[in-house]
């Protein structure tokens, strides 16, 4: 432990922990474990601690002064607890009740950083015969996942406004409002409405009719984020394996087409030889076609995290509709995508998903498709943060031009068009300029009524 630590978290911090715990009700129903007895480096002071928390746990109540010394009467006659010991507990049992408390704030900030890494210290000293031990393993990880999630449950009550308003611009400056949690498309119009780019946490759906190019657009994006220093997971299933997908980031990256790169062209062993001083921080997963669930998803990244320390900033997954799916279509999709949305929020990940529009039957060739035009499952794209479509007619193809509408966001601002120009032997589309878009004229209402007959 360097000077710095020894300082901030020096007996005094802890004492004042300890006051806490005894004098402040709602600190130890928010932060019990962070305060775990063994946690004190001064054995008096995790006395004082084990004796107010199992007399918490039992009644729900912090003990009173009078209480703590009745308790530790009997603590000391059961585990003969020696004149020395019982005398710097009762002398800090009064230097913890005479503690200032006028900057409990300050120490209540602190002290999840305090018990994160006594937790960690601890596991760490535990761990150190098991990893000798190649059956021990699992036990191992267990114990260092239980040790992270210290402090985690701080804000299970969630946010009180009127304790919490002063901090407010705190709070949204470390939540997906804040630049550094932003993961930039380089789509200038885009990045502008969204203040930066997609957020970590939350969950983008990109759509479109089959064969305009959804899976394009999701390597477009995983690049931009790889470009921006993010670590990318990108989930396959279906059609295009592992190969297909890597083939297309290579492709994206170096410049080459996919048959220069299968052929080993000498334009590709150059350009990906300079490429190669980068790091490419991307896995691609891929997986059948109704075969996989979200709960293994999960289990994919957990061992990508503790077995690869790879810890995605974006996950970005074309197609999940293909996952497996039950007898109730609507429920089991809306559950595929709530269980992605909350994988990404546990992992504090960007969370970017293609879906197939199936049932858009366009009344004019440029229309553009929006939400209420959607597919079989609508409680999908209500678990998403942001909606897009990505909209072609056939001129566009040929000449190589695609229009993002971006139709809904939970945050930022929405209903605008974006016109791309579109490389599909490259995997890149880039935007070529912001589209002014009117909105479509209303149908006129039935007329009612008998019709009059002139004179």
């Known amino acids: 432990m360097g000077d710095s630590a020894k300082y901030q978290y020096d007996r005094g911090f802890q ?5 806490l715990v005894l004098r402040e009700p709602a600190f130890v129903h928010d932060y019990e474990d962070v305060v775990d007895p063994a946690y004190f480096e001064a054995e008096s002071l995790g006395i004082i601690s084990r004796l107010a928390l199992e007399f918490f746990r039992k009644t729900n109540e912090i003990p009173n002064r009078d209480t703590l010394r ?29 503690i200032d408390l006028s900057n409990v704030q300050a120490v209540r900030d602190r002290v999840i950083r305090f018990g994160q890494r006594q937790a960690l210290r601890s596991a760490v000293l535990e761990i150190a015969d098991l990893v000798q031990k190649d059956d021990e393993y699992d ?12 402090g985690t449950g701080a804000r299970e009550l969630g946010v009180h406004l009127g304790t919490d308003l002063l ?18 498309t380089y789509w200038p119009t885009f990045d502008k409405y969204t203040s930066g780019g997609m957020g970590r946490k939350e969950v983008w759906i990109f759509a479109a009719l089959s064969g305009i190019g959804k899976s394009t657009c999701l390597v477009q994006l995983g690049v931009s984020a790889l470009t921006a220093g993010h670590a990318v997971l990108h989930y396959t299933v279906g059609d295009l394996d592992e190969v297909d997908v890597e083939l297309r980031y290579a492709s994206r990256m170096t410049g080459c087409t996919i048959p220069e790169i299968i052929t080993n062209d000498p334009k590709f062993q150059a350009r990906a030889t300079a490429r190669a001083k980068y790091n490419t921080n991307l896995w691609v997963k891929h997986y059948s076609s ?22 995605p900033g974006v996950i970005i997954f074309d197609y999940p509709d293909e996952m497996k799916i039950g007898e109730d279509l609507y429920r089991d999709l809306g559950q595929i995508y709530g269980d992605f949305q909350a994988i990404c929020h546990d992992y504090n990940s960007l969370g970017i998903a293609a879906s197939q529009v199936d049932r858009f039957a366009p009344k004019r060739e440029n229309e553009i498709i929006r939400m209420e035009h959607v597919d079989h499952s609508k409680l999908k794209y209500a678990k998403c943060d942001g909606f897009v479509s990505i909209n072609q007619t056939i001129a566009e193809r040929k000449a190589g031009k695609a229009r993002l509408w971006v139709d809904k966001t939970r945050r930022w601002g929405s209903h605008y068009l974006i016109e791309l120009d579109v490389d599909y032997a490259q995997s890149r589309m880039t935007e070529a300029r912001e589209v002014q878009y009117e909105e479509p004229e209303p149908p006129l209402p039935p007329q009612s009524g008998r019709k009059q007959r002139g004179r």
Not at 167 to 184: F, G, H, I
């Open 167 to 184: 901090r407010l611009p705190q709070m949204a400056a470390e939540s997906t409002y804040a630049v550094a949690n932003k993961v930039p």
């Open 139 to 150: 036990r191992a990880r267990e114990i260092i996942g239980r040790a992270l999630h210290v």
């Open 15 to 19: 004492e004042r922990i300890v006051a």
């Open 70 to 98: 009745e308790t530790l009467k009997d603590y000391c006659q059961e585990y003969r607890v020696g004149e020395r010991v019982l005398g710097e507990v009762e002398t800090d049992i009064d230097t913890v009740y005479k």
């Open 290 to 311: 109704g075969q996989a669930t979200m709960g293994q998803v999960r289990s994919h990244i957990s061992k990508l995290v503790h077995v690869k320390n790879f810890h």
